[in-house]
Structure formats: C-alpha cells, structure tokens
C-alpha cells in the first residue's frame, strides 16, 4: 500500500513562494507517475503539474512559468516549488500517484491548505 504525506502549505502574501513536499511511502517510488492537484472552496479539483518516473513533467495553464514540480527518486520524495503566488491559487493541494500501468490516480495524501492573501 502507498501512502503520501504533504507539508509545506501556509498563509503567504500576493507574490511570496512556497514549496510544497510530498513523501512517498510503500513502494517503488520510481515505478509510479506523481502528481499535484488542488481544490479551491466551491470548485472542483484540478490537476495543477505532473511528473513522470522518468522526470517529463506537465504544468496546467494556470500555473505555467509560476510553478515547478521535481521529483527525487532516492528520497521517494516529490516538490512543487510555487513562485508569484496569486490569490487564486488559494486551495487544498494534494499529492497523487498512479503505477506507470495505471490510467487514474490510486493513492491521494491528505491534503495541505495554501492561502494567498492580496
């Protein structure tokens, strides 16, 4: 089974970074795509970057040249590094992971809350 633990998350200010951590626990971190996603209050969730086992990475359009998701396949660990944060990036953000054979999501952290004020 895998689990994941986010950390990272606060109360910033328009145009302040945050980086925001997620361990992977369980199994072949390598073997597994890793993904950051986010829910804002009264939306649905949305996926905001990718990242392969193999370090190819996808950003969404709202978050492109802001954002920057990395991985670290020694330590199971995966980053996204938040640069000139506005205030609608305010949301719960959550690690996923799918196996490479999977088409959705399997395994989901609990979540960490970022809040962008004006």
């Known amino acids: 089974q895998v689990q994941l633990v986010e950390s990272g998350g606060g109360l910033v200010q328009t145009g302040d970074s945050l980086r925001l951590s997620c361990v992977f626990y369980?199994?072949?971190?390598?073997?597994?795509?890793m993904a950051w996603f986010r829910q804002a209050p009264g939306k649905e969730r949305e996926v905001v970057a990718v990242?392969?086992?193999?370090?190819?990475?996808y950003d969404s359009d709202s978050v492109k040249g802001r954002f920057t998701i990395s991985r670290d396949n020694l330590m199971n660990m995966v980053y996204l590094q938040m640069n000139s944060l506005k205030p609608e990036d305010t949301a719960v953000y959550y690690c996923?992971?799918?196996?490479?054979?999977?088409?959705?999501?399997?395994?989901w952290g609990q979540g960490t809350r970022v809040t962008v004020s004006p």
């Open positions: 990242i392969t086992s193999g370090g190819s990475t």
């Open positions: 996923a992971a799918k196996h490479i054979s999977s088409s959705d999501y399997e395994y």
């Open positions: 369980g199994r072949t971190f390598s073997s597994y795509v």
